[in-house]
């Protein structure tokens, strides 16, 4: 891919990215005011739902996809994640929660080596690795760790899962739909609990937050589907850690949160990680493009 077209792909990713933090933002707001996390979660796939849906092409021959057990397992694993990185957010600054949240790619590289037949890379193993110790200074097991960072992992492991399995399905439907499907069967799952819990007064405030955490999320996601009709998934996925930058503005911006030494560290790791993931990715298809 020529620079200018990587520039504008960062773009477009960081702006997606950009827009799932800020969503993520209102999340915390929202949670600081006394609104369940499950609840936030619930109002994101539903609302997310009602904006996607005249843009996702949807036909009632595609329904079929419902009887996909990877689907719903799928759906089940984004759901949780969110659910958990919302409860996490209620008390963990937003640079740490998202610090802790990228042991996803890990754990996807993890599941995708033993499990679904890829050959693993010395490079991205070595980065990866790296990318792993900038989570461990974040989440600082046995050192001060809080339970809302163990929620925050919990988040990831739940996210690398997803992207594993979203591989074995990714061939079998459109992008659109299989965005769909996560919006809907997530606002399914979340329905019980959230109609059970304690939901809050409808202010102007509180509906505008709930606004903001859907539609950020919503937007972002489907811009993340748009670039992955112009580029891989690989390429893409170094490019999402620069949602760590957003984070941290924000964080700093919106609630004065300065992530500690040993933290910005850790998150300098992650981001070094992702970023040389991306390096390694334009090396290695350098020679294929050029004898085109």
Not at 67 to 89: E, N
Not at 120 to 126: G, H, K, T, V
Not at 163 to 169: G, Q
Not at 274 to 285: A, K, P
Request: aromatic share 8%; net charge positive; with cysteine.
């Amino acid at each position: 891919m020529r620079t200018v077209d990587l520039l504008r792909l960062a773009a477009l990713v960081f702006t997606a990215v950009t827009c799932v933090v800020m969503g993520d933002t209102a999340g915390k707001l929202l949670t600081a005011r006394g609104v369940d996390p499950v609840v936030v979660a619930w109002s994101r796939f539903a609302l997310g739902a009602l904006v996607l849906l005249p843009l996702s092409g949807m036909r009632l021959s595609e329904l079929y996809i419902a009887r996909d057990w990877r689907v719903w397992l799928r759906a089940g694993l984004v759901t949780g994640g969110i659910s958990c990185i919302l409860t996490a957010l209620k008390t963990e600054p937003i640079a740490n929660v998202f610090g802790a949240f990228f042991v996803g790619p890990i754990v996807s590289y993890v599941i995708a080596v033993l499990f679904l037949g890829e050959r693993p890379s010395l490079q991205r193993s070595l980065l990866l690795g790296l990318g792993f110790i900038g989570v461990m200074l974040v989440v600082k097991p046995g050192f001060g760790a809080s339970f809302g960072l163990l929620y925050a992992l919990a988040a990831g492991c739940c996210y690398g899962t997803y992207l594993a399995v979203t591989r074995t399905v990714a061939g079998s439907y459109r992008p659109r739909l299989l965005l769909m499907s996560q919006l809907l069967i997530g606002s399914l799952l979340l329905t019980p609990i959230g109609i059970s819990a304690d939901l809050p007064a409808l202010s102007w405030p509180i509906m505008a937050l709930l606004a903001i955490s859907a539609l950020g999320s919503a937007v972002g996601n489907y811009i993340l589907v748009v670039a992955s009709k112009t580029a891989e998934a690989s390429l893409i996925a170094p490019l999402v850690y620069s949602q760590l930058i957003s984070a941290t503005v924000l964080g700093v911006v919106v609630f004065g949160d300065w992530p500690d030494v040993i933290s910005l560290c850790g998150l300098a790791l992650i981001v070094l990680s992702g970023f040389g993931s991306l390096v390694v990715h334009q090396r290695s298809h350098a020679p294929v493009l050029a004898a085109k």
